[in-house]
């Protein structure tokens, strides 16, 4: 799967009950299998770890490209008054401003999606911001929503291997959207209802994953496995941090998620229709 099984070493996700998000314009992960899903799903795709370990992967087409956009609007209205921030400073603070809103983002609500999506089924997509009347229409909210929907799709994949019994000690991020410390590890923890870290190592992606498999069959010891070499070997002392699931953040990302499944029969009407 592509350069899944190299992403798996890179962020230390070879070991049983752990596992890996990769977040940029698209989102996926991988979660290593105690033991094989009852039954087959057309949302679940099954690959394994490069030592042969069964994996879980919900992939998602769309993550940041619609964010992206907004950032860009949000930019060009900044520029109107004079101001002149640069696209880092742009993510950061609207990132940050999200953490101010509601858990449920009261009541705003946001797809992403600009191309289709195999977990919900969609051949196309039309990105969406709906909101009742008497939404609270902030700013903090509706960014909030915004990256609610980058991961919202690959909780619904997760919601299907929680339902089988899936148990995950530990999720590692990694990729643009966790840049900004804490926002997308607490809204990812409190989606997939399991700790997240991110590690300063984590970011060096595919390529540091063939480099760790190389020295580990150059200098793995006679039947040492792939998770304990990296464990003692490599990783062992890596910087990182640690983001358990919010209680309170857990059950709002439950109200969006709900309301956003209603979303997608609006979603499904609008590629019809636009």
């Known amino acids: ?94 990132y940050e401003k999200s953490l101010e809103g509601e858990a449920d983002c009261g009541g705003v609500l946001v797809c992403n999606y600009l191309a289709g999506e195999g977990v919900t089924h969609m051949d196309a997509g039309r990105p969406l911001t709906a909101r009742a009347p008497e939404a609270r229409f902030t700013l903090a909210n509706f960014f909030k929503a915004q990256l609610y929907a980058t991961m919202a799709t690959l909780k619904i994949g997760m919601d299907i291997l929680a339902g089988e019994g899936v148990a995950i000690d530990s999720l590692t991020g990694h990729g643009g959207l966790f840049k900004t410390p804490v926002v997308g590890q607490s809204y990812l923890a409190a989606a997939c209802n399991a700790p997240v870290t991110c590690m300063e190592t984590a970011g060096e992606g595919g390529p540091y994953g063939m480099a760790l498999l190389a020295a580990y069959m150059l200098r793995g010891a006679e039947g040492e496995p792939l998770e304990d070499f990296l464990a003692g070997r490599v990783f062992a002392g890596a910087a990182g941090t640690t983001i358990r699931p919010s209680a309170a953040l857990a059950e709002g990302f439950d109200t969006y998620i709900r309301r956003y499944k209603a979303l997608l029969e609006v979603e499904r009407a609008a590629v019809e229709h636009l």
């Open 1 to 94: 799967e592509g350069d899944a099984g190299t992403g798996m070493t890179a962020t230390n996700a070879v070991a049983p009950r752990t596992g890996n998000v990769s977040a940029g314009t698209s989102i996926f992960s991988m979660v290593v299998l105690e033991k094989p899903l009852g039954k087959v799903y057309e949302e679940i795709d099954l690959v394994t770890t490069p030592a042969g370990a069964p994996v879980a992967m919900v992939h998602c087409n769309n993550c940041t490209n619609d964010t992206n956009a907004w950032v860009g609007v949000l930019g060009e209205a900044a520029r109107l008054f004079g101001a002149d921030p640069s696209a880092g400073e742009l993510y950061t603070k609207l």
